[in-house]
């Protein structure tokens, strides 16, 4: 019921302002009912989870995981860890948990993962234990569906660089296996590999 009035109360808004920016300085009009349900639609088809949230499923669980940082095109030697994905909001907002050692330093984290009915892409933001920053990405699955490709601006402030821009590419491999890359773009065309973990269900 709860649901229902604040739907009905954002498509109210939203008529509202429609009609009046249509009609310039005249009063708004009442809606009719085929507008009013012309518009609920719209405002179901942006905020109720649909096919791409069921993407999501493919991080539930817990997993153990290998990390590696490139220097070029050469590995460190892997670092273990354990992350947990979970629901934040069942069908809609993925969290996930982790710990992990990186240059033999450990760290914990946490991601919230979900995709933007508006926007038409998936998003995320990323925090943890080794600075203060918070790291935010988003972008879509490559055509095979076996791919999740997102882009956003991160500060390196061992070098100064601000907003440089930032690509990471979950890989699915299996329902037991996943790999995270993670690519700084401004290297140039070669070697943007800079970090990559390994994902193996428990």
Same mark, same amino acid.
């Given at each position: 019921?709860?649901?229902?009035?604040?739907? $009905?109360?954002?498509?109210?808004g939203?008529?509202?302002?429609?009609?009046?920016?249509?009609?310039?300085?005249?009063?708004a009009?009442?809606?009719?009912?085929?507008?009013m349900?012309?518009?609920?639609?719209?405002?179901?088809?942006? #905020?109720?989870?649909?096919?791409?949230h069921?993407?999501?499923?493919?991080?539930?669980?817990?997993?153990?995981t290998? $990390?590696?940082?490139?220097?070029?095109?050469?590995?460190?030697?892997?670092?273990?860890?354990?992350?947990?994905?979970?629901?934040?909001?069942?069908?809609?907002?993925?969290?996930?948990?982790?710990?992990?050692?990186?240059?033999?330093?450990? /760290?914990?984290?946490?991601?919230?993962t979900?995709?933007?009915?508006?926007?038409?892409?998936?998003?995320?933001?990323?925090?943890?234990?080794?600075?203060?920053?918070?790291?935010?990405?988003?972008?879509?699955?490559?055509? $095979?569906?076996?791919?999740?490709?997102?882009?956003?601006?991160?500060?390196? /402030?061992?070098t100064?660089?601000?907003?440089?821009?930032?690509?990471?590419?979950?890989?699915?491999?299996?329902? #037991?296996?996943?790999?995270?890359?993670?690519?700084?773009?401004p290297?140039?065309?070669k070697?943007?590999?800079?970090?990559?973990?390994?994902?193996?269900?428990?």
């Amino acid at each position: 019921m709860r649901r229902t009035i604040i739907l $009905s109360a954002l498509v109210l808004g939203m008529l509202t302002i429609t009609l009046t920016a249509d009609e310039g300085d005249k009063p708004a009009t009442q809606p009719s009912p085929d507008d009013m349900k012309a518009a609920m639609e719209k405002v179901k088809q942006i #905020t109720e989870p649909g096919p791409h949230h069921k993407v999501l499923d493919r991080f539930l669980g817990k997993w153990e995981t290998e $990390s590696r940082v490139f220097m070029g095109p050469t590995p460190t030697a892997p670092e273990k860890g354990q992350s947990e994905f979970a629901w934040l909001m069942e069908g809609r907002w993925l969290k996930c948990e982790y710990t992990n050692t990186m240059m033999g330093m450990s /760290y914990q984290g946490f991601t919230l993962t979900g995709y933007d009915n508006f926007k038409k892409s998936y998003v995320t933001t990323m925090v943890s234990s080794m600075d203060t920053m918070m790291v935010r990405a988003e972008g879509d699955l490559d055509p $095979s569906g076996k791919s999740l490709v997102l882009y956003g601006p991160m500060d390196e /402030y061992m070098t100064g660089e601000q907003d440089k821009m930032v690509k990471y590419v979950w890989r699915f491999e299996s329902a #037991t296996k996943m790999t995270l890359e993670v690519h700084d773009l401004p290297i140039g065309e070669k070697n943007t590999k800079v970090v990559e973990v390994t994902f193996n269900k428990m």
